[in-house]
């Protein structure tokens, strides 16, 4: 590997109040929706930044106690409640790379050790959990594939399921007689179809598939004895809708549910209804749906775009929301309306930010919706320079929630375009599997047509437009710098895919088998395919400076392929690059590492922008094409 210049951190960004209304957007206190033991409602476990890591807690709402729990270097991400709530499950990887194991410590403090959860479970990537009252049913993932375990009682794990192909734990029935599964043995993990098993002896009571191309995912059972009905997620019309499907006699039932976009659901604790999320244009509410009826109510919640939800045993709907105006809260909803802040973090609250637009642009593939935050402008300035921020996933989608990332960037003087390109989640099934095939240069199509809108209207400067983002959205920024070279001022790729060749020799399998389904084979299978969606192909057509900041740890975009596409930046001489390599995964979770990776990104934007040195070298600007500045 080849010595790569190091991005610089600068000591600050803005005049005294910007600075510091920017850091507090990091450094205030951020908690998950506590979730709680089903026979012990009061005991909850949630997530929290009031150390600075990312750390999970305890909540006894009996007494109103919270303590942490955790305290791990890279921080810990989730945790689970058996029923009864005499433990938390924690899973435990080294420095986030993603591979370990189930630990539990008691509920209570100082009444136990960590110790392991499921002797015998062999270390893997998670691929479910579910944690009953009798049984325990876990998922684990290797370069062998997907095994599922269950453990019955206080007897020995056994493996009841194996194959190479992805697959994963769904739901425990409400008796734990039988198990859910979602699973690919047909090759296409994007498309999974969904398995029961019996508990007892792990043989198969059901199968359903809706053939190529239609996944199908198990939710969860209705938590009623002797309720074997599933909760399943379907797309038979082209979009997530939902049926309830009942394994043990066959009967099926589509839900005829009126709402524009995409569903999502769970059942009540009373099965007699579900709380449904409602995905449309970037926006997230949430209904309830009467199963006896078919009646369909929006719930009252409070304005902006809703995350989690869950339904207490009294039917208070715990959620979450938060808008790009106004950060996230963690509410409680009460039957009788009644809305309320439920966890109201130690510390200052974050400042807002600007709200953001609706942009929809008539792309190659149909029309595009962008989001759209702009920093205050006065009356003939001229258009002010832009970051084009991309979305990982690829399945996933920018929606209007809060981002101290996004509200950063707006407080530097940059238009922040947010594009929710073909493979985006929330518009259907047609775009988010238009890019299968031909993954990369279809996301950027759109990206494209997007930016020539935004010059078009003036909204943006051609000759100063910023391609950013993490993960996939990492993997099409490098992409873009070196198949749009005269559309990019610089590029900014956070933990990307870089050298798709050995980025599949070396991450998770899970994402081997997405991959397979996505390019419709395996590199040794379709070799031109990878090669044409690599951004390490064109490492000679980049014209732009390129700052990339990857993580040592990474199962997912592994470092050796990105230090693959440094080497070859190195190896031109005459490209200005930087780079950032801290020691954790796929992200951080390290509030001061997230801050200095945001600035370390807004100074080197402006850096390129301004024509001052990168790495050694003065970045030149960009020459832009002339359809790119009047489109």
């Not at 890279?74 to 420095?95: K, M, N, V």
């Not at 029935?173 to 792990?202: K, T, Y």
């Not at 059972?221 to 797309?235: M, Q």
């Amino acid at each position: 590997m080849t010595d790569h210049p190091e991005a610089p951190v600068p000591n600050r960004l803005f005049d005294d109040e910007r600075e510091q209304r920017w850091r507090a957007r990091f450094t205030a206190v951020r908690t998950s929706r506590p979730r709680w033991a089903r026979d012990a409602p009061d005991r909850c476990a949630y997530t929290s930044t009031a150390s600075g890591t990312t750390e999970v807690y305890a909540w006894d709402r009996a007494t109103d106690e919270h303590r942490r729990v955790t305290d791990r270097r890279s921080g810990t991400g989730h945790a689970e409640l058996p029923p009864d709530g005499e433990w938390i499950w924690w899973f435990a990887d080294s420095d986030g790379d993603e591979f370990g194991h189930w630990v539990r410590e008691p509920f209570a403090a100082g009444t136990g050790a960590v110790e392991p959860a499921l002797p015998g479970v062999e270390d893997g990537y998670g691929a479910g959990l579910e944690i009953g009252r009798r049984v325990v049913a876990v998922g684990t993932s290797t370069d062998e594939g997907t095994r599922i375990w269950l453990r019955r009682g206080d007897g020995p794990a056994e493996v009841v399921y194996s194959h190479p192909e992805d697959a994963g734990v769904g739901a425990l029935s409400e008796d734990e007689d039988l198990l859910a599964i979602g699973h690919s043995e047909h090759g296409d993990s994007r498309h999974p179809d969904v398995r029961v098993l019996r508990v007892s002896d792990g043989a198969t009571v059901a199968e359903k598939s809706d053939g190529p191309g239609k996944g199908l995912s198990p939710l969860s059972f209705a938590p009623v004895a002797g309720d074997n009905r599933l909760l399943v997620a379907h797309e038979r019309r082209g979009r997530d809708e939902l049926l309830i499907w009942d394994p043990t006699t066959g009967a099926e039932t589509e839900l005829a549910i009126d709402l524009p976009g995409e569903l999502h659901g769970e059942f009540t604790p009373d099965g007699a209804a579900l709380l449904v999320w409602h995905t449309h244009a970037a926006r997230t509410r949430l209904h309830r749906y009467d199963l006896a009826t078919g009646g369909l109510t929006e719930l009252p919640v409070a304005p902006g775009c809703v995350g989690g939800a869950e339904v207490r045993p009294d039917g208070t709907v715990e959620y979450t929301c938060s808008s790009a105006a106004h950060p996230a809260s963690v509410r409680a909803l009460a039957p009788d309306g009644t809305d309320r802040v439920l966890l109201v973090p130690p510390g200052p609250r974050a400042p807002g930010s600007v709200p953001v637009r609706d942009l929809w642009v008539d792309g190659p593939g149909g029309r595009v919706h962008a989001l759209v935050a702009e920093p205050v402008r006065e009356a003939g300035d001229p258009p002010p320079p832009a970051l084009f921020s991309l979305h990982g996933g690829p399945h996933a989608a920018d929606e209007d929630r809060f981002s101290a990332v996004r509200a950063t960037w707006v407080d530097a003087g940059f238009v922040v375009v947010e594009v929710n390109y073909r493979g985006s989640t929330g518009y259907g099934s047609a775009w988010r599997d238009a890019i299968e095939g031909r993954p990369g240069s279809t996301e950027l199509a759109d990206v494209a047509a997007v930016l020539d809108r935004c010059v078009a209207d003036g909204l943006v400067d051609p000759r100063r437009c910023v391609v950013e983002g993490w993960s996939w959205g990492g993997y099409l920024a490098l992409l873009a710098v070196g198949t749009q070279p005269e559309r990019w001022a610089a590029g900014i790729a956070g933990v990307p895919v870089a050298d798709y060749l050995t980025a599949y020799a070396d991450e998770m399998e899970q994402l081997r088998a997405f991959d397979r389904a996505l390019f419709g084979g395996s590199p040794q299978e379709r070799p031109e395919a990878y090669r044409a969606a690599s951004p390490l192909t064109y490492v000679d057509r980049v014209r732009a400076p390129v700052l990339v900041l990857a993580g040592e740890n990474d199962p997912r975009c592994p470092i050796r392929q990105v230090d693959n596409y440094l080497d070859a930046l190195a190896a031109r001489g005459d490209l200005p690059f930087e780079v950032t390599r801290f020691d954790a995964g796929h992200g951080s979770m390290v509030v001061d590492q997230t801050i200095a990776h945001t600035a370390t990104e807004v100074g080197f934007a402006r850096r390129a922008i301004d024509g001052d040195e990168i790495g050694g070298r003065v970045a030149q600007p960009t020459p832009v094409a002339a359809n790119v500045i009047s489109p």
